[in-house]
């Protein structure tokens, strides 16, 4: 029952094992397709023939995010140091307890209600940026616009001012250029060559390539910002001084005996930054996407929220979107989307000691009900095409976009209660690192999501999209056949009159 008997597919090269296929392929390509033929646990190939156990078992994804003895991959941690520094992201045990709890107390639900309102004048904002845009239009069936621009400006605004009281937006740095730099991670044949070794060779990661120009850009644009946050924050002390996690990071010494240097500061603010946007920007363009592509889907969200308008006289506050049970279809609306568009692949981990990982599904072949791993075996969770969509979990519609499986009575099967994540959701992780804001993005998703179903329809464009994992990880779309053009998203948008 060692790595050697579970079953995988053929590797298709000793050298880069999986690497290159898996970093090429669009979404829903490859880790869907090996657990049908595998089942959830199975292994596929790492570079220089070693091997990487995907734990698609949501017993098993339990036991590995709880333990102390799967640490994030020391490959991985070296460049998370290159990309934000020395940060919450590259530190384990009790150094890394010490410096959440000194994040933490920013991301509670009742810290994220306190900005809440940033976060609604920025939706609105970009509504009516939107109808303005409408308005010159002489289009009468609406108008094509690139959301993902917009939509990742608003997140970047919303984490910015609300995190750290700072507006990017009166700063002197090219935001928009910024913003699609940061997306368009280079996707050279070396690039993808070398990250597919950077696990066992990381030295690659550290030679002149994109890739490197890219972890510099990163470093240096997010690093200004995070710098002038940091020195404002030393400037501005007092009653005056209104963010709560930069509070936290100036006492962190006398309060939490964390010693927070400069340096680390402002890595752990370019960490937030970077983990705090582009993750809920691409979570909310693909929920527009989808609902573009499922017009039931959008009517009864749209309906839902002009009912509890005319009905209470008054748009919905923070506790009705977030709390309450006001908008079930906005919240089942949400649950799916994290589900189906979780924005990460996979959680990785790396075992520290000897293992034996319980599986709540026998692995095929040998039927074996646990996995032994040795030290240093790397761990695939597989999220986005893996636990969020199995069908022996979810059910045979698992792949299906459908909020109602939330609402009807009995439509959840109950292995979807073997999932142990906070609403059997994979998506934002479990355990110790599970992600500090998540609270956060799900007010912002609800905040922005509902805000511009009430003014606008969304319909498809004429393209064809695919999704991929580029770049920290995360997934984003571009059009078929224009790859090389980069991450986009257009919608063919028209206003909403609320007497329709
Ligand atoms: C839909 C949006 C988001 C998704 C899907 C997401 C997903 C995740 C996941 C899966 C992890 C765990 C990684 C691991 O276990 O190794 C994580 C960690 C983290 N996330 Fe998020 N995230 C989102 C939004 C945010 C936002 C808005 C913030 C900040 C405001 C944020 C900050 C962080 C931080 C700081 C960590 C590291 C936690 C730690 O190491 O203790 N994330 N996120």
Redesign the pocket.
């Given at each position: 029952h060692t790595l050697a008997e579970v079953p995988g597919p053929r590797m298709p090269s000793w050298l880069f094992g999986h690497g290159l296929q898996l970093q090429k392929a669009p979404v829903g390509a490859m880790y869907n397709r090996w657990a049908q033929r595998y089942g959830p646990t199975y292994k596929i190939g790492g570079a220089f023939g070693t091997l990487k156990l995907v734990l698609g078992d949501p017993k098993g994804a339990a036991h590995v995010?709880s333990s102390s003895n799967f640490v994030?991959p020391a490959a991985g941690r070296r460049m998370l140091v290159q990309f934000f520094g020395e940060s919450?992201?590259s530190t384990e045990g009790d150094e890394?307890r010490r410096q959440?709890s000194v994040?933490n107390s920013a991301?509670t639900l009742a810290s994220v209600r306190d900005v809440s309102n940033v976060i609604f004048d920025l939706a609105k904002n970009l509504a009516i940026t939107w109808e303005e845009e409408l308005d010159k239009s002489t289009e009468e069936t609406g108008q094509i616009i690139e959301i993902t621009g917009p939509i990742h400006r608003v997140a970047l605004d919303a984490?910015s001012m609300t995190?750290f009281a700072y507006d990017v937006g009166n700063s002197d740095h090219s935001i928009p250029e910024l913003i699609s730099k940061i997306s368009n991670v280079p996707q050279s044949p070396v690039t993808l060559l070398a990250s597919a070794l950077a696990d066992v060779l990381p030295v690659l990661t550290r030679l002149p390539s994109p890739m490197k120009e890219w972890t510099t850009m990163l470093r240096t644009e997010l690093g200004r910002i995070a710098d002038e946050v940091w020195s404002q924050a030393q400037e501005s002390s007092g009653p005056m001084f209104h963010s709560k996690l930069l509070d936290s990071m100036n006492g962190a010494e006398e309060i939490h005996g964390v010693e927070m240097s400069r340096d680390r500061a402002i890595a752990q603010i370019v960490?937030?930054l970077f983990?705090?946007y582009e993750?809920?920007a691409n979570?909310i363009g693909e929920c527009l996407y989808e609902l573009a592509r499922c017009p039931q889907v959008q009517e009864k969200l749209r309906k839902e929220l002009v009912q509890f308008i005319s009905k209470t006289g008054r748009e919905p506050t923070f506790d009705d979107l977030f709390i309450g049970t006001q908008l079930p279809y906005l919240d089942a609306v949400t649950r799916e989307t994290?589900r189906t568009k979780?924005?990460?692949m996979v959680?990785a981990r790396e075992a520290v000691e000897h293992d034996k990982i319980p599986l709540l599904f026998p692995t095929h072949g040998v039927g074996s009900p646990y996995v032994l791993v040795n030290p240093g075996q790397i761990v695939y969770i597989p999220v986005r095409d893996g636990i969020n969509v199995d069908k022996t979990i979810w059910g045979p519609d698992a792949g299906v976009f459908r909020p109602e499986r939330w609402l009807e009575d009995g439509a959840l099967p109950d292995t979807v209660n073997s999932i142990h994540a906070p609403g059997h959701l994979m998506?934002?992780?479990d355990g110790?690192?599970?992600?500090?804001?998540?609270n956060?993005?799900i007010a912002?998703?609800k905040i922005v999501v509902s805000t511009l179903v009430r003014h606008f329809t969304f319909a498809p464009d004429r393209q064809l999209y695919d999704f991929y994992r580029t770049g920290g990880n995360t997934v984003k779309p571009k059009v078929r056949g224009r790859e090389h053009e980069g991450v986009q998203l257009s919608l063919c948008i028209s206003k909403f009159h609320t007497d329709e």
């Open positions: 995010l994030r919450l992201f890394h959440r994040l991301f984490i995190a960490g937030v983990a705090g993750t809920t979570v994290l979780a924005v990460l959680i998506t934002f992780g110790p690192k599970i992600c500090l804001g998540r956060f993005a912002e998703f």
